[in-house]
C-alpha cells in the first residue's frame, strides 16, 4: 500500500524523463501496430476469403444430382444463413431455325449470395453489375450463345417447351466455372419457369446445388453439423477449394501483413528493452537512496512495478488511440475492399493488444526491475556500487518467451514465424560479433586521425561490449528500415509482375484443329497477333501403377476426385513458361519415344503420385499409358492455359483434339469477337477480365494496407534508434563536461562523438545491407516463391542511412550532453 | 531487544571491523581492526585523508555493507546477523543520513522527500511531522518545490530535515558540507549541530574540516584504513 502511494507520487514527474518517455512510445507503438495489423489482417482475410467465395456465388455450396432436400435449407435457416437454389444443366436452346448447346443455370431470387452478376445490354458491350434474376418470363444468355443462334437482346429463344425473351447479355456469373473444359455457352434462367419449360424430366442430367451463405461462425457451424449427415450423393464445397488464385492472393496479402506485424512487434520490444534497462538504471539511485533511508527489497520492486504496469496503462491507451485511428484510415482506404457488412472490431483489440503490452512489458523489462531490487545501497556512498547484472537465462528466456506469445497470437503462422525470428537472431548474433571485431579494429586507427576523431574512435573501442550492443541495435533498427523499405518494394514488384499486364483476359476454347489457321488470321487482320493454342484431350484415367483408381488408396479425398473425374490431357514438346520443374527431367525437344506424363505438384501429393509411377489412360476407344517423368509447379497467377497432367509429344497423336488458347484482348478490340464467333460458332469466349481485376484489386489494396502499417514499423525503428542513444546519455554528459572541464572546446568535443557516432552508423549501416541482403533472399525464396536479385543499392542506402541516421539521433543525444555545465555535472547536482 | 553492555547507553559499537575487497591486483584491505563504542547522544567526527577508509566505515557502521571481518552493534542489534531488508528495518528505525551530494529524490518535492523514511518506518502523521521539521529548517515556505528548484544549500537543508525527521538514534553524514561554500556550509553545520543538541541523536560527521571536527564531543582519526587515534574533545 505504501509502495503504491509512492509510486504514484513520484509518477508524475517521472513521466517527463527521456527514458520514460521511449517506453511509453515502445509500447504505444507496439500496441497501435498490434491493433492496426490485427484488424487489418481480419479484415482482409475475410475481405479476401468472400471474394474467393464468389466463385462459388456463395460461403458454401451443396452439390447433388438429385433435388437437395428442404431439409438442408431448413436447417440452414435454423443457423441464420441465406440460401438460394440453382440447377444446372446442358440443352439445346433454339432461335428460329438456329441451335446451339447451351449450360441452362437456372436460379432462385437470392442467387448469388456472393459477388454479383454482370450483363450488358448489346453482345460486348459495357457491362454493368445487377442486382437479382431475369424476371419470369425472361433469360440473360451469354453473348457466344447468341451468336451462334444468331439471336440478340429482345429476340426470344425456345428453351424446352416455352419460349423466353433475351433481356440482357449475361457477361459474367461469380460462379461460372473458369476451369474451361465443356463450357457451354450458358443462359441464366429463374427457377419459376422452370417447370413449364418441361426440361426435367427422367434421366436428364441435371446438378443441383443449394447455396449458403452467412456469418462465418454459422457457416463453419451448419458445415460441422451437416457433414457427417449428408448422404454420399451430397458434395460439399467450400471456398478453399474453389478458387487458387484468389486465396493465394489473400495468401500473401496475409504474410505481408504478418511480415509487417512481426517487425514492428520486435523492434517496439527492443525499445521496450533498451528504455527499460534506463528506466531501471536510473531509478538505482533512488533505490539505493530508499534503501538507506530503510525500504525493504519488496518496497521498492513494489514500487517499479506499480509505475511499470501504469505505464503500461498509458501506453495501451496511446497505442489503442493510434491503432483504432489507423484502423479508421485504413478502412477508408479499403473501403470497397471491406464493402458489405464486416463485424465491428469492438474492444476485443483493446483487450488483446493491452495483454500483449503487458507481455511485453513483462517480458523485456522485468529483468531490469529484478536488478534494480538487488541494488546494494552503498551505492549512496560509492556511485560505482552496482547490482549484479540479471542472469542471461532470464534475460533471454523471458523475452523469446514473450515475443513467441505475442507473435503466435498475431500471426498464427509458425513457420514464418520461424524464419523470421530466427533470420532476426542469426543476424543479431553476427552483427554482434562482427561489432565486436569492427570496434577492436577501429581502436587501431586512432593514432592517425585528428583529436576530436581520436577521442571518438577511442570512445568506440573503449565502450567494447557497449559499442558491439549498439552497432546490433542500430543494424537491427536498420536492417528492418531496409528490409521494409527497399525490400518491399522489390518483393511487390515481382508479386504485381507475376500477374503482368499482358495477362490473357480471354480464352478461346473449342478451337477445332483445321479452324486453327483462319482464326489465327482472323486476328491477325484485326491487328492481334495470332495466339498460341494449347491442345487438349479428354480422357479418363484408369489405372495407376496397374491399379484401378476407383479401388485405389488416395492420402486425401481431393486426390481421389482428381483421379475419378474426366481428365483434360495435354501435349507439349517445351515447358510452358508459367511452369517450373521441380523433379525429374522434362523430355527432350524431339523425343519420340514411349509416352511420358509430367504432373502438378498439388495433384502428385493429393494422388500420392511420383517419378516412375504409371498412369493408364481410355482415350476414345483406346488405351494410353504413360510413365510420370517429371513433376511441376504452376504459377497460377499467370492465367495463362495450364495442365495438371502434360503428356510427351506423340502420345496423343490421331485422338480427338481440341485446342486452347488464352489471350489478350483490349476492350475497344472486343467487338471482333463477334464476327470470332459468328464465324466460328463451337468456338467459346471466356472473358476472364473481371476476375483479372479482381485478383489486381486485392494485391493494389493489400500492398496500401501494408504500406500503411509499415508507418508503426518505421517509428518503432525510430524509438530503438533513440533508445541506444539515450542509453548513453548519461556517460556522454558527463565525459564531455570532463573534456571541456580540461579545456576542450565545445566544438572539439562535439565533433569527437559525432566522429563516434559515424563510426558505429558505418559499422551498422554495413552490418544491415548485408543482413538485409540475406533475410531478403531467405524471405523472397522461401516464402513468397519469388524469384530475388541482390541489389547492390541495398549497400549505399544502407550505409548511407546508418551515417545519417545515427548522426542525427546522436546530435540530438550529444547536444544535451555537450551543453550542460560542466561544473554541474562533475558535482553530480545537475538536474 | 537492547542489549545492556558494560558501558551505559552504547548505542554504536565497532568491533575489529576490516572491510577487503578483491581488485585485478589481488585482494585489498581499506579497513582493518577498527574498533570504538560510542554513546547515546554523543557527536563523534571521523577524520582522516582522502581515501583514508572513512566512508567504508560510515557503509559498514549503517549497515549498508557488511564487513568481512568483526561486526557491528547498532542500537544493541548486531548487523551482521541480518539479512538486507533485516539490515533496512533496524535504518528505517534508527539511521538517518546526510549526504555529501545530497541525495533527494528528483521526482518528489521537498516535503515529500521530508515524509519519506518517516513513512518508511510506518510513522501515522507523516505529513504533519514533515511540515514540522521542514518549518524548522527554514524551508516553510517552499516545501512544494522540486530538487531542481532548490540550490544546493537549500537541497542540504532538505536533506537534513530528512534525516532528523525520524528522530534517528544515530545520525550519519558523510562531508555533508562537500559540495557547499564555505558559508553555505557554515550554516547548514550550524543547523546540524543545533538539531543534535535539541534531540537525543548521536551524530557520527565525517569530514575533512578541522575547525568542524573540534566542535564535536570526539574524534576518531584514520589513515590507511586504522584508526591512528581517538580523542575526546573538550565541547
Ligand atoms: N568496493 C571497493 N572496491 C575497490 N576499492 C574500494 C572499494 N571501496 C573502497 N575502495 C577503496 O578504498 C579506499 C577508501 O575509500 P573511502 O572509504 O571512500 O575513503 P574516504 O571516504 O576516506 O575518502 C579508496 O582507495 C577506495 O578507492
Ligand atoms: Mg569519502
Redesign the pocket.
Known amino acids: 500500500m505504501k509502495a503504491v502511494v509512492f509510486a504514484l507520487r513520484s509518477f508524475g514527474r517521472e513521466l517527463r524523463s527521456g527514458e520514460v518517455v521511449v517506453l511509453l512510445a515502445a509500447v504505444g507503438l507496439a500496441v497501435g501496430a498490434l491493433t492496426a495489423v490485427g484488424f487489418l489482417t481480419d479484415r482482409i482475410g475475410k475481405a479476401v476469403a468472400r471474394q474467393a467465395n464468389e466463385v462459388l456465388a456463395a460461403d458454401l455450396r451443396l452439390r447433388s444430382q438429385e433435388p437437395v432436400p428442404s431439409e438442408w435449407s431448413e436447417l440452414a435457416a435454423e443457423y441464420g444463413l441465406d440460401t438460394a437454389e440453382t440447377l444446372a444443366f446442358p440443352s439445346v436452346v433454339f432461335a428460329g431455325d438456329a441451335s446451339a448447346l447451351s449450360t441452362i443455370k437456372v436460379v432462385s431470387e437470392q442467387y448469388p449470395l456472393r459477388g454479383a452478376v454482370r450483363v450488358a445490354d448489346q453482345m460486348f458491350g459495357e457491362q454493368r453489375e445487377v442486382d437479382g434474376i431475369p424476371e419470369p418470363g425472361e433469360v440473360w444468355a451469354d453473348g457466344t450463345l447468341l451468336a451462334r443462334v444468331g439471336a440478340d437482346v429482345g429476340d426470344m429463344l425456345s428453351v424446352g417447351e416455352i419460349d423466353l425473351r433475351v433481356s440482357a447479355v449475361l457477361t459474367y456469373r461469380p460462379d461460372q466455372s473458369i476451369g474451361f473444359a465443356s463450357l457451354a455457352p450458358s443462359l441464366l434462367m429463374n427457377i419459376g419457369d422452370i417447370e413449364r419449360s418441361g426440361l426435367i424430366g427422367e434421366g436428364s442430367r441435371v446438378s443441383y446445388a443449394l447455396l449458403v451463405a452467412g456469418d462465418a461462425q454459422a457457416v463453419t457451424d451448419f458445415n460441422d453439423a451437416i457433414e457427417s449427415e449428408l448422404p454420399d450423393s451430397v458434395r460439399i464445397r467450400s471456398q478453399e477449394e474453389s478458387s487458387e488464385r484468389a486465396y493465394n492472393a489473400a495468401d500473401r496479402a496475409q504474410r505481408f501483413l504478418s511480415l509487417t506485424a512481426i517487425i514492428s512487434l520486435l523492434l517496439s520490444a527492443v525499445a521496450v528493452a533498451m528504455s527499460a534497462r534506463r528506466f531501471a538504471h536510473k531509478r538505482m539511485d533512488t533505490v539505493a537512496l530508499m534503501k538507506s533511508l530503510g525500504a525493504t527489497q519488496r518496497f521498492v520492486i513494489a514500487v517499479a512495478l506499480v509505475q511499470l504496469v501504469l505505464l503500461g496503462i498509458i501506453g495501451v491507451l496511446i497505442g489503442s488511440i493510434v491503432g483504432y485511428a489507423a484502423e479508421e484510415i485504413l478502412s477508408r482506404i479499403l473501403a470497397d475492399l471491406f464493402a458489405g457488412e464486416l463485424p465491428n472490431p469492438g474492444l476485443r483489440p483493446v483487450v488483446l493488444a493491452s495483454g500483449s503490452a503487458m507481455v511485453l512489458l513483462l517480458g523485456f523489462a522485468l529483468p531490469s526491475l529484478i536488478q534494480l531490487r538487488n541494488t546494494p545501497p ?1 551505492r549512496v ?2 556511485h ?2 552496482m547490482p549484479p547484472a540479471p542472469s542471461r537465462l532470464l534475460v533471454v528466456g523471458l523475452s523469446l518467451a514473450a515475443v513467441a506469445a505475442l507473435l503466435y497470437r498475431s500471426v498464427g503462422d509458425a513457420r514464418m514465424l520461424l524464419v523470421l525470428i530466427g533470420g532476426i537472431l542469426v543476424i543479431a548474433a553476427a552483427l554482434y560479433l562482427v561489432g565486436r571485431a569492427l570496434v577492436a579494429v577501429i581502436g587501431r586507427f586512432r593514432s592517425g586521425v585528428g583529436v576530436a576523431w581520436r577521442y571518438g574512435l577511442a570512445n568506440v573501442a573503449r565502450r567494447g561490449r557497449d559499442s558491439a550492443v549498439q552497432v546490433v541495435a542500430f543494424g537491427l533498427g536498420l536492417t528492418v528500415l531496409l528490409l521494409l523499405t527497399l525490400v518491399r518494394t522489390d518483393l511487390l514488384e515481382g508479386w504485381r509482375q507475376t500477374l503482368d499486364a499482358d495477362a490473357p483476359n480471354h480464352f478461346l476454347i473449342n478451337v477445332q484443329p483445321h479452324e486453327l489457321e483462319s482464326v489465327g488470321a482472323l486476328f491477325e487482320n484485326n491487328g492481334i497477333p495470332a495466339p498460341d493454342f494449347t491442345p487438349l484431350v479428354r480422357a479418363r484415367m484408369t489405372l495407376i501403377n496397374g491399379e484401378s483408381v476407383k479401388d485405389r488408396e488416395y492420402p486425401n479425398e481431393d486426390g481421389r476426385w482428381l483421379a475419378n473425374r474426366e481428365a483434360n490431357l495435354s501435349w507439349t514438346a517445351e515447358m510452358s513458361s508459367s511452369n517450373e520443374l521441380l523433379a525429374g527431367e522434362w523430355w527432350p525437344a524431339d523425343y519420340d519415344g514411349p509416352p511420358l506424363v509430367s504432373i502438378e505438384e498439388d495433384a502428385a501429393e493429393n494422388a500420392g503420385l511420383s517419378i516412375g509411377d504409371t498412369l493408364s489412360y481410355f482415350v476414345a476407344g483406346r488405351d494410353i499409358e504413360a510413365e510420370i517423368a517429371s513433376i511441376r509447379k504452376i504459377n497460377w497467377d499467370s492465367f495463362q492455359p495450364n495442365f495438371f497432367f502434360v503428356l510427351s509429344p506423340g502420345a496423343l497423336d490421331g485422338m480427338p483434339t481440341t485446342y486452347i488458347s488464352g489471350l489478350k484482348i483490349e476492350d475497344e478490340q472486343k467487338s471482333m469477337l463477334i464476327d470470332l464467333v459468328r464465324a466460328h460458332p463451337s468456338i467459346s469466349v471466356i472473358d476472364l477480365g473481371a476476375i483479372l481485376q479482381q485478383v489486381r484489386g486485392i494485391i493494389e489494396k493489400a500492398s496500401v494496407a501494408v504500406q500503411a502499417v509499415f508507418v508503426f514499423t518505421l517509428a518503432a525503428g525510430i524509438a530503438v534508434l533513440f533508445a541506444a542513444v539515450q542509453s548513453t546519455i548519461d556517460e556522454r554528459r558527463f565525459e564531455s563536461a570532463m573534456l571541456r572541464a580540461l579545456g576542450a572546446r565545445r566544438r572539439t568535443v562535439f565533433s569527437g562523438v559525432m566522429a563516434e557516432f559515424a563510426a558505429l552508423g558505418m559499422a551498422a549501416g554495413i552490418l544491415a545491407a548485408a543482413g538485409a541482403s540475406i533475410l531478403a533472399y531467405v524471405v523472397a525464396v522461401q516464402l513468397f516463391k519469388l524469384p530475388y536479385e541482390f541489389s547492390p543499392l541495398l549497400w549505399v542506402v544502407g550505409l548511407t542511412a546508418g551515417v545519417f541516421v545515427v548522426c542525427i539521433s546522436g546530435f540530438f543525444a550529444a547536444r544535451g550532453a555537450v551543453n550542460s555545465a560542466p561544473v554541474d555535472v562533475l558535482r553530480g547536482t545537475a538536474g | 531487544m537492547r542489549n545492556q553492555s558494560a558501558v551505559n547507553d552504547v548505542v554504536l559499537e565497532a568491533h575489529e571491523l576490516g ?1 577487503e ?1 578483491s ?1 585485478p591486483e589481488g585482494s ?1 584491505t ?2 582493518s581492526g577498527v574498533s570504538f563504542r560510542i554513546a547515546a547522544g554523543a557527536s563523534v567526527a571521523v577524520v ?12 559498514l557502521l549503517a549497515g549498508l555493507d557488511l564487513p568481512t571481518r568483526g561486526h557491528v552493534v547498532l542500537n544493541g542489534v548486531n548487523l551482521s546477523d541480518l539479512d538486507e531488508d533485516g539490515r533496512a528495518g533496524v535504518r528505517a528505525d534508527s539511521v538517518g543520513f546526510v549526504f555529501q551530494s545530497f541525495h533527494l529524490v528528483p521526482s518528489l518535492n521537498a516535503l515529500e522527500n521530508v515524509m519519506l523514511p518517516l513513512e518508511l518506518a510506518g510513522h501515522k502523521d507523516a505529513r504533519k511531522a514533515a511540515r514540522e521539521i521542514i518549518e524548522k529548517v527554514g524551508l516553510g515556505d517552499r516545501w512544494s518545490h522540486f530538487p531542481a528548484q532548490l540550490s544546493g544549500g537549500e537541497k542540504q537543508r532538505v536533506a537534513i530535515a530528512r534525516a532528523f525527521a525520524a528522530e534517528p538514534a544515530v545520525l550519519f553524514a ?2 555533508p558540507t562537500g559540495n557547499l561554500d564555505s558559508r553555505t556550509g557554515a550554516n547548514i553545520m550550524e543547523l546540524m549541530f543545533e538539531l543534535n543538541r535539541s534531540s537525543s541523536t548521536t551524530l557520527v560527521l ?1 569530514t575533512h574540516d578541522n575547525g568542524l571536527a573540534e566542535r564535536c564531543n570526539r574524534i576518531l582519526s ?1 589513515d590507511a ?1 586504522r584508526l591512528q587515534s581517538d580523542s575526546e574533545a573538550a565541547a
Open positions: 552503498l556512498l560509492r560505482d556500487a | 572491510k575487497v581488485s585489498l581499506i579497513l582522516g585523508p582522502s581515501g583514508a577508509g572513512k566512508s567504508t566505515l560510515l557503509a558523510d562531508e565525517v584514520l584504513g
